[in-house]
C-alpha cells in the first residue's frame, strides 16, 4: 500500500483501483482510509473481506480467475493425500501443518512446495507447473489447510477446479486468533457431503479422507460438484465480464 502513498499526488487525478488479494488487515485499512476519501476505488477478491473492522467498502467484489479448460481431467487413480504450500512448517498456524500432519497420517501423503524439505518423507519436491497440475488430477485428496489472512488462496482454485475431492479445515482453525475479523471463506464455499468437505476435528478429517478413499462414487460425485462450483465463482469468463462491466468497457 506504499505504493500507493507515495505516488498517490501523482495519480490522484486518474482513477485509481485498489484490488484486494486477501492481505488486507485492520492496519492497511486505516492506512487507506485518506485515499479512500479522496476518489480511490477498491475491489475486493472476497466477500468475506467486509468482516474485517474498520474496512473501507468496496466498489466491486471480483474473484480471482482460473482457466477450467486448463484445469481439468482429475482422475483420482493415485490413492494419495496431497497438498501444495510453499514453506509451510515455518509458518506455523498460519498454514497448519501440524494438522495436516495428524489428519493425513495413515494414509499416503506429499506435501508440495519450496522450503518444505523439513518435512522429513511427506516433502513431495518441487514441481514444474505442468507436473502441478497432473498431480492434482491423478491424485485422490486434496488436503486444505489455507494461508492466513487469507479468505482463500490459488492452490484452493486450482485444486477445486480440477475436481480432485477437497478436505479443508473448518472455521475455528481457517480463521486466525492473531488478525481481526472471520475471513476464511472456505465454509461458505464447501457444502459438506456435496462439493466436499470441511471440520475442525482431527477425527472427523480423518473419516473424510477414509471415505474417498475407500468409496469411488462418492470421490467422482464430489470431485463433479466441487468442480461444478469453481467453475461457477472463479471461471475466467464469468470474472472477465465482471472486469468490462466494472471497467465499463
Avoid at 127 to 149: A, C, H, I, S
Amino acid at each position: 500500500y506504499e505504493w500507493i502513498s507515495r505516488n498517490w499526488e501523482v495519480m490522484r487525478d486518474k482513477r485509481v483501483i485498489l484490488r484486494t488479494i486477501g492481505q488486507s488487515t485492520i492496519e492497511h485499512e486505516e492506512q487507506l482510509r485518506k485515499y479512500r476519501n479522496e476518489g480511490l476505488q477498491v475491489v475486493r477478491y472476497s466477500p468475506m473481506e467486509i468482516n474485517i473492522p474498520g474496512n473501507l467498502g468496496c466498489d466491486a467484489m471480483i474473484r480471482f480467475s482460473k482457466d477450467p479448460d486448463e484445469f481439468k481431467g482429475w482422475n483420482g487413480a493415485d490413492k494419495q493425500v496431497i497438498n501444495f504450500t510453499q514453506n509451510m512448517i515455518e509458518r506455523g498456524e498460519h498454514c497448519h501443518f501440524d494438522v495436516f500432519k495428524q489428519a493425513t497420517e495413515g494414509f499416503r501423503r506429499k506435501l508440495y512446495g519450496p522450503k518444505n524439505e523439513n518435512a522429513g518423507d511427506i516433502f513431495g519436491g518441487f514441481l514444474t507447473y505442468e507436473d502441478l497440475k497432473q498431480k492434482m488430477r491423478d491424485n485422490r485428496v486434496y488436503f486444505y489447510t489455507g494461508t492466513q489472512p487469507a479468505s482463500y488462496t490459488l492452490n484452493f482454485m486450482e485444486a477445486m477446479m480440477t475436481g480432485i475431492p477437497m478436505v479443508a479445515i473448518g472455521p475455528n482453525l481457517g480463521n486466525s486468533k492473531h488478525i481481526a475479523g472471520n475471513l476464511y471463506e472456505i465454509p461458505e464455499i464447501i457444502q459438506n457431503g456435496l462439493n466436499g468437505f470441511y471440520s475442525d476435528d482431527i477425527s472427523e478429517l480423518q473419516r473424510f479422507i477414509k471415505a474417498l478413499m475407500d468409496d469411488d462414487n462418492l470421490a467422482k460425485r464430489i470431485s463433479e460438484m466441487g468442480r461444478r462450483t469453481a467453475i461457477d465463482l472463479f471461471g475466467i469468463e464469468k470474472v472477465k465480464s465482471q472486469w468490462k462491466q466494472f471497467l465499463g468497457i
